[in-house]
């Protein structure tokens, strides 16, 4: 055997080697950069994006915790706790559409009031102080969990011409305990570095950060996932809370 000839070719080796772990390495320290550059972005710096693309700014700051639990849970089912009245519509959805229209208030404890007497369950997991008019006619309750609103878990009024309720839609989960990991979310500006490029000529009305139902296994079961919600030209767009998501389901503002 040609030993000298051997040892080159295993010096050579060692190099290769040796530049592919370099790579990597470089490798792992840009993308280490990038998202330390991406979570750390400025409010000056994503004023300058909206800038860019000719957007405006007009949301309320929300204050974004360390983390969030993440947490399993089932649709209710209304079969065995209501009237016939209430017709399933497709998604953990309920509806009933009232015979005979009925005047409410337009305050958080008539609207409770009046849910009440429907006899709808869990009243007490929605936050009716945050009662959001998505158009002139109708008014959406969401459920809520550790102050965050729960996107899919809501009650939807509608009302006719005379501001009377001529329908109910009701969606509801039965959480259980928090899964063991916990799920650290980005900050706004992060997941604003990711809507505003897709944007142009427009105002972000709202940005607040909730859960979005992820249905698994069968479609009563669900997971909580938090997520970024933005308002953006009366749309919706929804945004996963790590780095690497990017812009899904969107859809209209008046039919959440």
Do not use: C
């Not at 969030?68 to 509806?95: C, E, F, H, R």
């Not at 909730?210 to 749309?235: A, C, E, H, L």
């Amino acid at each position: 055997m040609d030993w000298r000839k051997a040892k080159t070719i295993l010096i050579i080796a060692f190099l290769i080697l040796d530049m592919y772990l370099g790579s990597l390495l470089y490798a792992n320290y840009r993308e280490n950069d990038l998202r330390v550059a991406k979570s750390t972005l400025s409010d000056r710096q994503i004023e300058e994006l909206a800038q860019f693309y000719d957007i405006k700014l007009s949301y309320k700051k929300t204050e974004v915790p360390d983390e969030m639990a993440v947490y399993t849970g089932v649709t209710t089912k209304l079969d065995k706790l209501l009237d016939l009245s209430w017709k399933p519509v497709g998604d953990g959805i309920y509806q009933k559409e009232l015979s005979t229209s009925i005047g409410v208030g337009e305050t958080p404890s008539e609207v409770k009031a009046f849910l009440q007497k429907e006899r709808l369950p869990y009243l007490a997991d929605y936050n009716f102080d945050k009662m959001e008019g998505t158009s002139s006619s109708e008014i959406m309750i969401y459920q809520s969990k550790d102050k965050f609103p729960i996107f899919n878990g809501t009650i939807k009024l509608k009302f006719n011409s005379k501001k009377e309720v001529k329908s109910i839609s009701y969606a509801h989960y039965e959480l259980k305990e928090p899964l063991p990991q916990s799920h650290r979310p980005n900050q706004l500006n992060n997941a604003l570095a990711s809507l505003l490029p897709q944007m142009n000529k427009t105002t972000v009305q709202s940005a607040e950060l909730g859960y979005q139902r992820n249905k698994y296994n069968k479609d009563t079961d669900s997971i909580m996932i938090p997520i970024w919600r933005f308002k953006v030209g009366g749309k919706f767009y929804y945004i996963g809370t790590t780095s690497s998501d990017s812009i899904s389901n969107v859809q209209p503002a008046t039919s959440n």
